[in-house]
């Protein structure tokens, strides 16, 4: 199997001119070839532009020799747009879809010398914590065959987990970066709400989605989000912060404290998942840094806020896909009538999890019950915004493990959804609230399944994140370990 | 303090969200609907008075452009991954509106 390197192994092979950017492709394209039947983390690959571009990145090289991505092949989730390239979402509805323009996001990685090698497979329009919910069939988890990447974004991590790739995006709504980064033994970021432009991204619930990327190492995820990050006309959700250089910062070892909500983990949690938790915090506090228990008395409440929140969001944003402008339509069948077109499209080109989150959203927000459920969801939402207010008086991240549990089985949980959506416990209040969160790899269970550490910050707080997850990976071995499949 | 979820609730919902439901997809939903806000029901436990909801997070530092006028996407283009687009009149065709 070939191994590619890191980002900056990668960038600096060929700026010295040591590797062409076309033979890195093709080792990744041969990579994707030989892993692809047994996991299936790709919808499309993109063989011919990815390798044309490769070779214009060779003609050109000294133009391109310093750029941060300077030749690193990427993977991208199947709902970020790429101009002439089919774009899904993993949903029949979108099967034949060809975006005429590219997201922000994309843009700014082929600025920078990335090489787009292909869409990854997910959820449906980025609806679950499996990628069971894929139109297109499930992706599997590198490090067990048998089970779920986690997801939404399961393909993307996969990916990188299996080594097809150094670097890919994700989007995040409730965890669908840092949940399958967990289960999957990489590093996922989930930007601060704004931080990254979602122009091309396609919505799923506006006020929660965030791009983030995916890597092996924290290194690696800040350089690409220093590419991405930063304020954008064609968003205007897109923050204007300044945009610090993440990499750089990753040195400095500022004084950090960690705030654990333990009452949080009281119940819920393999006891694996639990003891490679404090098994992370007791290397953290050996190096210095100061840990302390701090309370997030509504975290408790944040996955009905969530599924309320989302749901309402997700019903009016799906509401676009009616086969009229772009997408699956019906063939008309017995019916000749608009609305019965709608109807019978929106039917056969949904999939189950996306029509029962349209109708529970559509719900909350009718007549009679919005004050009830999406009003009161709103208004939690603000309730947990201060817990995290109070919690950053007093600590530079939150530390939880990132799911309550390792990888699961196909079909283990796919009967029940409200079981599924308690995989997200840990990493929706940072939708909820906005901030940055990232997962880092913290062990493994004695079945060789990776488990995650989630750190949360302050809003526009990456540096800090980042910097804690940097400073944990460097007392550890787990960003070195391979998976089964790629070893 | 809404009632119990109800199959006549998934019809009337799937309706107003122009989703047509097969008799096996009613029937589970009203199930698992009724699980998730049940589910649900423990906000209504949490003292919310007098707190300002959230609807985004959004400071104050959004990325608006000027309101000038720019070129926008090609009609061809627009109309290139339409079911039922006429790039000689322009049009996206729909089954019959009116009777």
Known sequence: MSFLGTVREIREAFRRGDRRASDICEEALTAIEAQEPSLHAFNTVARDRALERARALDRERSRWADHPLAAVPVALKDNLSVRGMRTTASSRILEQYVPPFTATAVERLEAAGAIIVGKTNCDEFAMGSSTENSAFGPTRNPWALDRIPGGSSGGSAAAVAARMVPLA?????????????????????????????RYGLLAYASSLDQIGPFART??????????IAGADLKDSTSSREPVPDYAAALIERPAMCIGVPWKLLDEGIEPEVASAFRGALEVLRGSGVTIVDIELPHAAVAIPTYYLVATAEASANLARYDGVRFGYRSPFG???DLAGMYAQTRAQGFGAEVKRRIVLGTYVLSAGYYDAYYLKAQQVRTLIRRDYERAFARVDVVATPTSPTAAFKLGERSSDPLQMYLADVFTVSANLAGLPAVSVP????TDRLPIGLHLTGRPFDETMVLAVAHHYEGQTTWARQAPPAAA | MPVAFTRADVEAVARLANIELTEEEVRVFTRQLA??????????????????????????????RADEVVPSLDRREALANAPDGHLDTGLFRVPRVIG
């Open chain 1, 334 to 336: 017995g019916s000749t």
């Open chain 1, 218 to 227: 924290v290194e690696e995820a800040a350089i690409a989000l220093g590419v």
């Open chain 2, 35 to 64: 699980d998730i806000l049940e589910y649900a029901r423990q906000l209504q436990e949490i003292d919310t008075t007098g707190v300002a909801p959230t609807a985004s997070v959004l400071g104050s530092t959004g990325a608006d």
């Open chain 1, 442 to 445: 913290c062990g493994f269970t």
């Open chain 1, 169 to 197: 995006l994700g989007s995040d709504t409730g965890g669908s970066i840092r949940q399958p980064a967990a289960l999957c033994g990489i590093v996922g970021l989930k930007p601060s709400y704004g931080r990254v432009s």
